[in-house]
Structure formats: C-alpha cells, structure tokens
C-alpha cells in the first residue's frame, strides 16, 4: 500500500510509480495491451497537470493586452503584458520606453505575408532591395522567417537556353 501527500513531486512520483507498474505489465505479458494503455494513460495525466500548473501560473504573472504587431498593427487582445502584482519588473514602467515606435519600410509587405495573402516572392522587394543581407522586415530577418525561407529554398526557374 503506498501512502502519499500531495504535493506536485508527491503526485508526479506517484503517476511514475504507477507508468512503471504498466510498463512492467507490458513487458511481462508482451501480448496484452493493458499495461501500454496504463502507462500512456498515466503519462497523458502527467502532462494535463502539467499543463494546468503551468497555465495558471502565466495567468498569475501575465495579463492579456492590446499588441502591436509589425507590419499588421496593432490587434486587441492579442499579446501579453507582466501583472499588476509583478509591475516592479516592467521594463515599461521601470524605464522611460514607451515612445519607442519602429519605422517600417514603405517597401516591406510583410503584413501580407504574415497573414498570407501574398507569397514573399509577390513583394517587390524581394531579393532586390531585401535580403537576408539588408533585410527590410522582419520575415527576412530571421532564419525561420517566411521570407528568408524563401530566399533560401525557393526553386529558382531553369534559366532559359537560348541557341
Ligand atoms: S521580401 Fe522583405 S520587403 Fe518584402 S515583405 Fe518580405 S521582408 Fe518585407
């Protein structure tokens, strides 16, 4: 008989205790499917906890807040801001940068191309005036961003043999 409390490690050690019991099973009786469906059972429980746990805790750090999004604008209800409790460690509050505001390229269509209405070969810019290199927006800043992905794996047309 085990005795436990319940404390986040008291109830993790207990679901692992219990995944290891279906394990067993499993491997003792190779062709029964309890054990597997115990073990993937407790292991789904582990993450639900986990999932809970956590999603209360960003909800007792952080609020919902209006977001500006580049090249988008600003969307309500979109992003997140530090709760009021947690306001001391606000670089918004502790520091004067507010005002700060980007200035986007009058070239760039990444509002398009973020919400797909437009493929990043369709912008102008591309592989001209933006690059990798000098990149104009923020999909062509970072690896994983729609436009620099394009400029590194689009497949080029052949070029055209002429006789
Ligand atoms: S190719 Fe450059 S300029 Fe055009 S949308 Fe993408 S980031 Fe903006």
Not at 48 to 71: H, K, P, Q
Not at 88 to 95: K, L, W
Not at 110 to 124: A, F, T
Not at 134 to 144: C, D, H, R
Request: aromatic share 10%; charged share 20%.
């Amino acid at each position: 008989m085990l005795i436990f409390g319940f404390r986040l490690i008291n109830i993790v050690i207990y679901l692992l205790l219990v995944a290891r019991a279906g394990y067993r099973l499993m491997r003792d009786k190779p062709g029964s499917r309890y054990g597997l469906k115990l073990a993937l059972a407790v292991l789904s429980l582990i993450a639900l906890y986990i999932n809970v746990t956590s999603g209360a805790l960003v909800r007792e750090v952080f609020e919902v807040t209006d977001r500006a999004w580049r090249g988008i604008g600003t969307i309500p209800q979109s992003g997140w801001r530090l709760s009021p409790a947690y306001a001391d460690f606000d670089a918004e509050t502790r520091f004067d940068v507010t005002g700060i505001t980007t200035e986007e390229s009058g070239l760039c269509r990444s509002g398009e191309v973020l919400q797909g209405l437009i493929r990043p070969v369709e912008c102008e810019a591309f592989g001209r005036e933006c690059t990798p290199r000098s990149p104009l927006g923020a999909p062509m800043v970072s690896s994983e961003g729609a436009c620099a992905a394009y400029y590194q794996f689009r497949r080029l047309e052949p070029p055209v043999v002429t006789a």
